[in-house]
C-alpha cells in the first residue's frame, strides 16, 4: 500500500515513522520542512495543553508518555530527557485528569507567594531540533521520503491520504474549525537549571535543556504574526524571572514564535473518497502535539490495519 503523509511537523513524521516501520511505503510531503514547523518552536515539555476531548487526549498521552520514556532510556541522542519539575497555582485545585499516568505526582507543600497550591511529577523534555532530526533519520532507515511540496489541496493519487496538516487543515481541508494560538519563547543560556517549572495561571512555563532554556509563553488566540514582538518578550521574562529567580541575568540566544493548530477536538477519523481511495484526518492537537504524537500515530496505524 501506498501512503502519503501530508505534513512534516512532529504528527506527521511520528505517523510516518510508525507506518514505514510496520513495512508500509510510506511518502511524506509538506510545505515546510521539519525544522521550519512549529513543532520545532516548542519547548515540548510532556503536558496536555490545549486539546480535547480529555477521554481521548488522556488515553495518546499515556501511549506517548510510555514511548517518550523508553527512547530517553534507549537512545541518549534522540534529545529526549526524563526530568522532574512543578507546576505551581495561585488557587486550590483537583488533581489534574492527567494526574495518574506520571510517575511521582505528588503534592507540594511551603509554597512561595503567590502560589497556594502546586504539584511536581517527573516528565520527558523533548529537544525538538534534535528529536526531529533523529525522527527523519529513522523514517528513512525505514525506507520512507520526504519531499518540500506545497499542495493546493490534499492528494488524491494514493491508497491511503494521512492529513497532518495542522493550521494547513484549514485551507486544505476547509476546516475552518482550526484555529491558530499563538506561542512566543524566548531561548536563553543555560545557567545551571535542572528542574522546568509552569505557572498554572498562565502560559507561563521555564523548560531547561542541555545547553539553554526556553522560557514562554503566549496563548494569543486567532493571532497569525510569526514576527517576535520585543514588548511580550519582556513581559516573558518578567513572568519567569519571578517564578524562577535563577533566571535573572540569563543572556538571550534567541526569540520564536510558534501557531499553534487549535480545534475543539482533536481530528483523528477516517473517512472514504468518492474515488475509492482513503482519507485519515490527524490534526487539532492545540499545544499538545508532542505529548500526543505517538499516541495519535498508534491509532492511525490501527485504523490502516484493520481497513
Not at 38 to 67: C, D, F, H, K
Not at 262 to 281: A, F, K, M, N, W
Amino acid at each position: 500500500m501506498r501512503i502519503l503523509v501530508v505534513g512534516a511537523g512532529v504528527i506527521g513524521l511520528t505517523t510516518a515513522v510508525c507506518l514505514a516501520e510496520a513495512g508500509y511505503e510510506v511518502h511524506v510531503v509538506a510545505r515546510d520542512l521539519p525544522l521550519e514547523t512549529t513543532s520545532s518552536v516548542a519547548a515540548a515539555l510532556w503536558y496536555p495543553y490545549l486539546a480535547n476531548p480529555p477521554e481521548r487526549v488522556l488515553g495518546w498521552a499515556a501511549s506517548s508518555l510510555r514511548v517518550f520514556s523508553q527512547i530517553a532510556r534507549e537512545c541518549p541522542r534522540a534529545g529526549v530527557k526524563v526530568v522532574e519539575g512543578s507546576e505551581l497555582l495561585r488557587q486550590p485545585s483537583a488533581d489534574p485528569f492527567w494526574a495518574s499516568t506520571v510517575k511521582s505526582f505528588t503534592r507540594l507543600d511551603d509554597l512561595p507567594s503567590p502560589y497556594v497550591d502546586g504539584w511536581s511529577f517527573e516528565a520527558p523534555i523533548i529537544e525538538m531540533p534534535v528529536y526531529l532530526t533523529w525522527l527523519l533519520e529513522r523514517l528513512e532507515a525505514a525506507h520512507g521520503t520526504l519531499t518540500r511540496m506545497a499542495l493546493s489541496a490534499l492528494p488524491d493519487r494514493a491508497d491511503l491520504v494521512i492529513s497532518c496538516t495542522g493550521l494547513g487543515a484549514r485551507r486544505l481541508g476547509l476546516d475552518t474549525s482550526v484555529k491558530p494560538i499563538r506561542g512566543q519563547v524566548v531561548r536563553l543560556a543555560q545557567v545551571g537549571l535542572r528542574r522546568w517549572s509552569l505557572d498554572g495561571a498562565g502560559p507561563t512555563y521555564v523548560v531547561p535543556r542541555e545547553s539553554d532554556i526556553v522560557v514562554g509563553g503566549t496563548d494569543d488566540e486567532n493571532d497569525w504574526s510569526t514576527r517576535p514582538e520585543p514588548s511580550i518578550a519582556a513581559d516573558i521574562m518578567r513572568r519567569a524571572t519571578a517564578m524562577v529567580p535563577e533566571l535573572a541575568g540569563a543572556r538571550v540566544l534567541g526569540h520564536r514564535v510558534g501557531l499553534r493548530p487549535v480545534r475543539p477536538t482533536v481530528r483523528l477519523e477516517s473517512e472514504q473518497l468518492s474515488d475509492g481511495g482513503r482519507l485519515i484526518h490527524c490534526y487539532g492537537h492545540g499545544g499538545s502535539g508532542v505529548t500526543l504524537s505517538w499516541g495519535c500515530a498508534a491509532e492511525v496505524l490501527a485504523q490502516v490495519e484493520q481497513a
